[in-house]
């Protein structure tokens, strides 16, 4: 059976993604003085990480979202860790000077979930689909709904482990 996710693919290769993070943070540079960020896992882990050291900040909190169980489909989403209340409350609370970081917003759910607990906070992806950009205050890249992104992690060689005996 043919890999469906193939028919619009966007191929994101290392040295992309790390250029699209760098372009992030050039034009989150501006904006404000970040308190911390909240970085959405799995996929918000490395922007976040490149985000972070390029801004200065220390503060780095995740928020763990479980949507894609089989990486095919959206299932439903699950959180798995939530923000911790002392991240929240910064700067005033309600999520007021963090910056969410994540890879990718798809229809938009787990960024409509995360913006609940954190309805202050300033929200950027490096990659938006039209159903979930309006979610999204800051990315760096639109692609077509119908495309499937292939994150350099996607692409590469998968852990095997070691032969016993």
Do not use: N
């Amino acid at each position: 059976m043919a890999d469906t996710r193939a028919e619009k693919a966007f191929p994101v290769s290392w040295d992309q993604f790390h250029r699209d993070a760098r372009a992030l943070t050039w034009r989150l540079s501006g904006d404000k003085k970040w308190e911390a960020i909240v970085c959405v896992t799995r996929g918000g882990l490395v922007p976040a990480a490149i985000v972070a050291r390029e801004l200065g900040i220390r503060v780095v909190e995740t928020v763990c979202v479980a949507s894609y169980h089989d990486y095919q489909e959206q299932g439903s989403l699950k959180v798995l860790k939530g923000v911790s209340q002392a991240v929240i409350d910064l700067a005033g609370g309600e999520g007021a000077g963090i910056l969410v970081i994540d890879d990718l917003v798809d229809t938009g759910k787990t960024a409509r979930l995360v913006r609940d607990m954190l309805p202050k906070a300033h929200y950027a992806t490096l990659y938006a689909k039209p159903l979930g950009r309006p979610l999204v205050d800051t990315f760096i890249t639109e692609v077509s709904q119908d495309t499937w992104i292939f994150f350099p992690w996607d692409m590469g060689l998968s852990f095997q482990p070691p032969l016993v005996g």
